[in-house]
């Protein structure tokens, strides 16, 4: 799994037990460990908390998140590692609050987040699209999965 801080996280939390549940589907495993593993999104947390804005896991935040400068931009090294975090906040976001949202991997191994209908959202994707181009913006993508 393509993730930046995957390694030292199953470090700190014991392996890859979260991992295991995110493959294995919402019904087994630790869906609440996965969750909490994918929320981390330390880089973002701290660049947005520069800026005054508390990310506090709501549709609100998204739309303050989409309302920030893009300052984030001047710095090249920085900006596929903030939009993979924004993705994953994004994915956080959604399945804290859109009923039965989970957590799922595709068979390459990348984190997307799957709706009660089936349907899929590659929330690192739109991260990075926002992140560089600014569009679709985070709230958008989550009033589109809230919709279904």
Known sequence: MN????????????????????????????????????????????????QGVRLDDTPRSLEALDQLPPRWRDDPEELPW?????????????VRTVPGAHWHLTRGGQPVVRLVSGREIHVVEAGLDWAIGGSPELSQVYAEAAEG
């Not at 589907?25 to 460990?33: I, L, N, S, V």
């Not at 903030?82 to 959604?94: F, R, S």
Request: hydrophobic residues 40%; charged residues 30%; proline residues 5%.
């Open 3 to 50: 993730i930046p801080f995957l390694d030292a996280w199953r470090k700190r939390h014991g392996g890859g037990r979260a991992l295991a549940a995110v493959e294995s589907g919402p019904r087994d495993g630790d869906p609440e460990g996965v969750a909490d593993m994918l929320a981390e999104c330390d880089l973002l947390r701290a660049r947005v908390k520069e």
């Open 82 to 94: 903030l939009g993979n975090d924004a993705g994953l906040y994004l994915g956080t976001v959604i």
